[in-house]
Structures are given as structure tokens and as C-alpha cells.
């Protein structure tokens, strides 16, 4: 079935760094979503991406879809104590609206 | 005025134990999920419902049979409870889009932990 390949699966920050994470696929993807659940919370819907290269910004966040709609990228500028927590991305396979989550990556950051 | 609520928030029981947890949503969304999140993060689809209507089954044991008495509600009943069924497990809302999909609304787990 569909897998989603997310990277890296920690990432330690200094406040005020950058951060990124990335998402891959084998297949090429309808669609991107990505997520983020706080630590002892569930997931929230950050974003959909539909179209090939499709960027789109959210305050410090920028949400990036590949040419081929294969990979996509959640990138934070200048993270805060507030940005803590695990960043997911999903894919839908096959019908009914079923989800493949990526790993998730999981943001620390030090202030 | 919680979007998707489930019941119990926690749940330890012993090994053997049947157990139920609930999910309401009142969102007037058509589909239902239930997921699994284990230790290491990972979320995985367990169930879907669509009015109803089982549409999603993934290879999950017998064990666990999901209801729906309506739309607005799916269960999630767990027979002969073991050490590995431990996890968090959210239940999740949808409804498609004019694009075809939508963003999914997740309750706030309920953490099961078989002893």
C-alpha cells in the first residue's frame, strides 16, 4: 500500500532557528496534508496542498508541494516554545478518504 | 461546544477485559475514523464509517468491532484486551470538500493502558 516517508524524526532547536521537515513519496500524490498535535493533544489540520509546486504560507510557516507531487516540506522560521510538538504529514490512498500518516517529526525547542 | 468528543479519557484495565470507548461529533460530518497512536507516535487507521457504513477495515484483530448507531456516533468495542492494545486512540471527522476531500477533526484520545 501507499507509504509516506517523513524526515527527520526529531529535531532539536535553539528558539529563533529555523526548522524544516520533509515528506516523500514512491507514488505520486493527490494531495498533502499536514498536521500538528502537541504534546498530550491530537492531531489539528494545518493545511491542504492539491497542486503540483504549490506553496503556501501560514504566519512562520511555509508549506511547500513538489513539481511532481511527491514530496512535500513544512518549513517554521524563527521557531518558538509555542511551535513544540509533532508535525505530521498525510496522504490520502485510495478511496474513502483514508489517510496514510507520515512518522511525524517530532520539534523540541530550547529557549 | 467540543467538536468531536470521546469517552473515557483514560482507560487501565487488565488483560482479558472487554472494554468500550465512545465518539460523538457534532459537526453534521458524514465520516468517522478510528485510529490507533501507538508509543513511538506513529497513527495508523484502524476504522471508517460512512452513514453509517463500514467503508474502511483495516487488518485489525477481531478483537475490536466498531459501531455506528448513527452518524454522529461511532464506538469502539475491544474483546479479550492484550498488553499490546495499549496506545492512544483517537476518534476522527470528516466531510468531503468540493474538492473531493477534507480535513479531518480529531477527538482528544482516549489512552488505554492494558495491565
Known amino acids: 500500500g501507499q507509504q509516506v516517508m517523513q524526515i527527520p524524526q526529531y529535531q532539536h532547536v535553539q528558539e529563533g532557528e529555523d526548522f524544516t521537515t520533509y515528506c516523500n513519496s514512491s507514488?505520486?500524490?493527490?494531495?498533502i496534508q499536514w498536521y500538528k498535535q502537541r504534546p498530550g493533544g491530537h492531531p489539528v489540520f494545518l493545511i491542504q496542498l492539491v497542486k503540483s509546486g504549490e506553496v503556501k504560507k501560514q504566519k512562520r510557516l511555509t508549506f511547500q508541494f513538489g513539481e511532481a507531487k511527491k514530496n512535500s516540506s513544512l518549513h517554521i522560521t524563527a521557531t518558538q516554545t509555542t511551535d513544540v510538538g509533532t508535525y505530521f504529514c498525510?496522504?490520502?490512498?485510495?478511496?474513502?478518504?483514508?489517510?496514510?500518516f507520515g512518522a511525524g517529526t517530532r520539534l523540541a525547542v530550547h529557549p | 461546544d467540543t467538536a468531536v468528543s470521546q469517552t473515557p479519557k483514560y482507560l487501565v484495565t487488565q488483560m482479558g477485559n472487554d472494554k468500550s470507548i465512545k465518539c460523538e461529533q457534532n459537526l453534521g460530518h458524514d465520516t468517522m475514523y478510528w485510529y490507533k497512536q501507538d508509543s513511538k507516535k506513529f497513527l495508523k487507521i484502524m476504522f471508517s464509517?460512512?452513514?453509517?457504513?463500514?467503508?474502511i477495515n483495516e487488518t485489525v484483530p477481531n478483537r475490536f468491532s466498531p459501531k455506528s448507531p448513527d452518524k454522529a456516533h461511532l464506538n469502539l468495542h475491544i474483546n479479550s484486551l492484550e498488553l499490546g492494545d495499549s496506545a492512544v486512540y483517537f476518534c476522527?471527522?470528516?466531510?468531503?470538500?468540493?474538492?473531493?476531500?477534507?480535513?479531518?477533526?480529531f477527538g482528544p484520545g482516549t489512552r488505554l493502558t492494558v495491565l
Open positions: 476522527a471527522s470528516s466531510q468531503e470538500g468540493l474538492a473531493g476531500v477534507d480535513e479531518q477533526f
Open positions: 498525510a496522504a490520502f490512498s485510495g478511496g474513502y478518504n483514508k489517510l496514510i
Open positions: 464509517y460512512n452513514n453509517k457504513e463500514l467503508i
Open positions: 507514488t505520486t500524490l493527490s494531495n
